[in-house]
């Protein structure tokens, strides 16, 4: 383990690959209140990594942590092999944010927008700034929506305008906390399709969710939160890869089936309307089919479904994945 990290100096870069590193990061707010708790986290690059938990779980907190808006109660954050808060000034230059919704001012266009942002940037060039801004709108799809007034914008195009405040400038990270909030199911989409986008130019992207279906559809990684505590991390797949799913059969002779299903030895047999499942057995899963239709079991559907993100938070925490929204 690398725990002596954080006794290395500021140059050092000795996280390899990883953009973000955090060793027993935790954080306890001045009312006691314990909302991150020995945190562990390792984001690799060039990964869309998704932080996932149900609302208070912590995710919040410790984004503000790596972007240096809060110091941490105890433990270590290294953002681009750079310990946080301590090098924020060196950091957040090559870190885009976009947490608690963009900082707009809603009688400025879009543009405009974009151009008080630019010039609030010390280091930003101003006989670019226009490019920069035009780039980033197009970069959002907001060109032909660039000189409407923000208040004037959906919060899709909202969201898609902070985002382009934060693509100013060429970034190595982007720090994304629950972007898609609040949207509609075609706001939702407009966002991933700009995060596989991101991603495909080789940003690594670390957005925060409570929604499953959401990580699964556009994250390469994830780690599952809750109650403060890291509880899982990995890729997408291999998380939902270590449960075995279960077997379906869908026919109209339920009870038969049932029956069938446990004299074949299948354990945790259910039957729900014209859907049997299962634990899905070692042997040959022809086997079971044959032995099904051979006991006169009209089968209609007969597989394994895969087992989900949720099926692995529960199977992970005990609990379901019990949040709003
Ligand atoms: N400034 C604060 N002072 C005291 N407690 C806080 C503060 N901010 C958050 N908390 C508490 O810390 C815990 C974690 O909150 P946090 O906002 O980090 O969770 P979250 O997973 O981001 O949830 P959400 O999706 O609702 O934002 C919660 O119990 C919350 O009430």
Known sequence: MDEASAAEPDSARGTGDDVIRTRALTKRYRGGQLAVDGLDLTVPAGSVFGFLGPNGSGKTTTIRMLVGLIEPTSGTARVLGRPMPRSTRAVLPHVGA?????????????????????????TADPRTRRTRAAAALDRVGLTAAAGKKAKAYSLGMKQRL???????????????????????????????????????????????????????????????MARGRLVTQGPVGTLAAGLRGRLVVTTPDAADAARVLKE????????????????????????????????????????????????????????????AG
Request: aromatic share 4%; proline share 5%; glycine share 12%.
């Open 98 to 122: 976009l947490i608690e919704g963009p900082a707009l001012y809603g009688f400025l266009s879009g543009r405009d927008n974009l151009l008080r942002l630019d010039a609030a940037d010390p």
């Open 162 to 224: 902070g985002l382009a405040a934060a693509l100013l400038r060429p970034r190595r990270l982007l720090v994304l906390d629950e972007p898609t909030n609040g949207l509609d199911p075609q706001g939702m989409r407009e966002i991933r399709t700009l995060v596989r986008e991101l991603a495909g130019d080789g940003t690594t992207v670390f957005l925060s969710s409570h929604l499953l279906d959401e990580i699964e559809q556009v994250c390469t990684h994830v780690a599952v």
């Open 264 to 323: 074949q030895g299948v354990g945790d047999v259910a039957a729900d309307g014209d859907r049997v499942t299962g634990d899905p057995p070692d042997r040959d899963l022809a086997e079971l089919n044959t032995a099904l239709v051979t006991a006169g079991v009209r089968v209609r559907g007969f597989g394994v479904e895969r087992a989900s993100l949720e099926d692995a938070f529960m199977a992970l925490t005990g609990e379901g994945f019990d949040v």
